[in-house]
């Protein structure tokens, strides 16, 4: 989960490295800037998802949808670091599906969002055994993070967000 990952990351990185905007695009630094002022902290982690189907046999006809997690802000060696969250293959997604994954993980971004950790599963049901070691994580994370980009191709952005396609007259919304 993007929760467990930055979680990781920020525990075992360098404060200023992780923290870095250098990689960011004036957008993404409006953006982070904004979300500082609004939560009143001065240290704010931005971190990006990026989205793609990816061909994976030799004749390029299967593919996997990969979801990804990466840290725009970084610059140098570590600019196009992508940490895969999701794994799918194509034919196995639905829009039900994208839908699915992403309230697991728009759940796990409102708790980094106010550092903390969840205390219920995304569907607000009590934790399954399986997920022992996440019932015992309480209280702060340690970190502010919020969403500052999302980066794909048109196709999954259809597919995921309900965006137009391009054969629509609805037009296409670019922002």
Not at 87 to 100: I, K, L
Not at 139 to 156: K, M
Request: with cysteine; net charge negative; glycine share 6%.
């Amino acid at each position: 989960l993007p929760l467990e990952v930055l979680q990781l990351i920020w525990h075992h990185a360098r404060e200023a490295v992780v923290l870095a905007e250098d990689g960011l695009d004036r957008v993404g630094k409006e953006h982070l800037q904004y979300m500082r002022e609004e939560l009143g902290v001065a240290d704010l982690l931005g971190f990006g998802l990026h989205g793609d189907s990816v061909p994976c046999n030799y004749d390029r006809t299967e593919s996997v949808v990969v979801i990804s997690l990466n840290l725009p802000g970084l610059s140098g060696e570590n600019k196009r670091m992508r940490i895969p969250l999701v794994v799918m293959p194509d034919g196995a997604m639905t829009s039900n599906t994208y839908d699915d994954i992403m309230d697991v993980l728009s759940w796990q971004m409102r708790h980094m969002l106010v550092n903390a950790h969840p205390t219920e599963r995304h569907d607000q049901k009590p934790w399954l055994p399986s997920d022992k070691a996440r019932a015992k994580r309480t209280g702060p994370l340690g970190f502010h993070a919020c969403l500052v980009e999302v980066r794909s191709d048109w196709d999954f952005l259809c597919k995921c967000f309900h965006f137009p396609t391009h054969n629509y007259l609805d037009g296409v919304c670019w922002r």
